[in-house]
């Protein structure tokens, strides 16, 4: 009954701290939620003051800003929230010094316990200060590839093309590579019979990327002029030709289905064959 009795006490105390001390209860939630919205209204602005006249530089420091930020903004919702947990304990009357020498001493046990989770973190930190990649870009690490939709310091978030979603820690990225970093290049390798004149199809591609140049809708998404360095290889079946040239970030892949879709509409019409593997087969009678 004792028990019982101090357990009642005890709630009845709590519940006299927490309306005699509910003004300032109320304040540090205030004051809390305001740290909360003004971080993420000065990240936000962070990312709209960078200036560049150059567009590309301008949208890779703004892609890196907006990765900062997101960081930031989280690791401060993380501080304020245990700040302002551990004042309205105190404003309650309950002493947090045994909580915080609990949290040390589970904190120090997780860290011996927990020593892939510091990998990941310490990996995330060098990740997002070297700038390797940002929310945005089209990367790969290992076999998988895709759009980064969200990084921290623990874990990178990727969408593949098909729309599946990757969760991958820092701590096991070994290499990444970028497919969009600064620029991209637009790569398609044309394919033609031996029959066909090498030096007539190079002339047809010529004219094809000097149409898609002038074009007003992929204009602007090149940054240089076409390449067409010649014969790449003499395949089983085909002369295969290299064609390329530099783009906007992310928008070879739109340059590339252009490409092959002028391509063949043209070399139809000029009659260049475009080969495909076929198989004959001979039957023989027995006599």
């Not at 010529?206 to 076409?226: G, H, M, T, Y």
Request: contains cysteine; charged residues 25%; neutral net charge.
């Amino acid at each position: 009954m004792d028990q019982f009795f101090n357990y009642k006490e005890l709630l009845n105390g709590f519940i006299k701290s927490f309306i005699t001390q509910a003004p300032k209860i109320f304040l540090i939630a205030v004051l809390s939620f305001a740290a909360v919205h003004f971080s993420k209204l000065f990240t936000s602005r962070m990312e709209k003051a960078i200036k560049e006249d150059d567009e590309l530089i301008l949208a890779e420091r703004r892609q890196r800003a907006r990765t900062v930020g997101g960081i930031m903004h989280n690791t401060i919702k993380i501080v304020v929230a245990a700040a302002a947990g551990m004042m309205i304990l105190q404003e309650l009357g309950i002493k947090i010094a045994p909580i915080l020498a609990s949290v040390g001493f589970i904190g120090l046990a997780f860290g011996f316990g927990a020593q892939s989770l510091v990998k990941d973190i310490v990996t995330g930190f060098f990740l997002i200060v070297e700038g390797q990649y940002s929310v945005g870009d089209v990367i790969k690490i290992g076999d998988t590839g895709g759009l980064v939709e969200g990084i921290n310091l623990r874990v990178t978030t990727l969408r593949d093309v098909q729309g599946v979603v990757h969760y991958i820690p820092n701590g096991q990225i070994n290499m990444v590579s970028n497919m969009t970093k600064g620029w991209s290049r637009a790569l398609v390798h044309v394919g033609v019979a031996y029959k066909e004149n090498v030096d007539r199809v190079m002339e047809t591609i010529r004219q094809v990327c000097d149409e898609i140049k002038a074009d007003e809708k992929f204009a602007p998404l090149l940054l240089e002029d076409f390449e067409i360095p010649g014969v790449e290889s003499l395949d089983d079946s085909a002369v295969t030709i290299r064609v390329m040239v530099k783009t906007a970030p992310l928008k070879q892949w739109d340059v590339m289905r252009e490409m092959r879709r002028r391509f063949k509409n043209r070399f139809d019409e000029a009659g260049i064959e475009i080969p495909f593997p076929q198989r004959a087969v001979w039957l023989r009678k027995e006599e």
